[in-house]
């Protein structure tokens, strides 16, 4: 059973939209919350992060959402640019555990 | 800036072979971990080490070992490779703690044939 659920799985954006990428979770201890962003032929690296007892975190074009009501994440990207075309990980951690619990990532793809 | 050096880049071996990845951190992080990603998986945790000499079991363990030679260098090992060992291996380290940064290497593909 997928502990954190991502979705879509593929998306197509046109250059300068916006990008919404989702995730939800079912460990209710969950409480620290990043994005990864993998180009091919490359390791993931993180892109933004928030904790439970923030709804939103900013960071430049990226902006992601926390809601812990409904256990769900998300991660927006404005002004969508072709560099950002990439595959992007959800994923989370609980207090005191090691190493994190990915989603099955969304591969992005921001055409000119 | 971190650095993860996983060795080799890329691996083919037959069924039943012997296989070792290799991983070395710069950071002087405390914590390193092995993940396999697979299309459909995601990003599975294999093992991790939170030191020289001692190992961690992580989500998939089965059909590998690893071992933590120095705070440096950390190795994963597949003793009797099978065709589902298929898959990119990626070494990451950390300073420790849930919530630190993971900083990933470049993977390494193993084929097994």
């Known amino acids: 059973q997928q502990q954190v659920r991502q979705s879509p799985q593929s998306l197509t954006v046109w250059e300068g939209g916006t990008t919404v990428l989702t995730c939800s979770y079912e460990?209710?201890?969950?409480?620290?919350f990043p994005w990864y962003q993998q180009f091919p032929g490359e390791g993931p690296a993180l892109l933004i992060s928030i904790l439970s007892v923030s709804d939103k975190k900013e960071d430049g074009r990226f902006t992601t959402f926390f809601n812990k009501r409904e256990k769900k994440l998300s991660l927006h990207i404005i002004d969508s640019q072709p560099g950002d075309s990439a595959t992007y990980f959800c994923a989370a951690s609980a207090p005191y555990a090691q190493g994190l619990t990915f989603g099955l990532g969304t591969r992005v793809s921001v055409f000119p | 800036e971190a650095a993860v050096t996983q060795s080799p880049r890329n691996k083919v071996t037959v069924t039943g072979g012997n296989v070792t990845l290799s991983c070395r951190q710069t950071n002087s992080h405390n914590y390193m971990y092995w993940y396999r990603q697979d299309t459909g998986h995601g990003l599975r945790l294999i093992h991790y080490?939170?030191?020289?000499?001692?190992?961690q079991i992580g989500d998939v363990p089965d059909g590998y070992k690893a071992t933590r030679t120095t705070q440096e260098d950390f190795f994963l090992l597949l003793e009797l490779a099978s065709p589902s060992q298929t898959s990119l291996y990626f070494c990451?380290?950390?300073?420790?703690?849930?919530?630190?940064?993971?900083?990933f290497g470049s993977g390494t593909r193993l084929t097994v044939l």
């Open positions: 080490s939170y030191g020289a000499g001692n190992l």
């Open positions: 460990d209710s201890t969950f409480n620290y």
């Open positions: 990451a380290s950390s300073d420790g703690g849930s919530a630190e940064t993971l900083y």
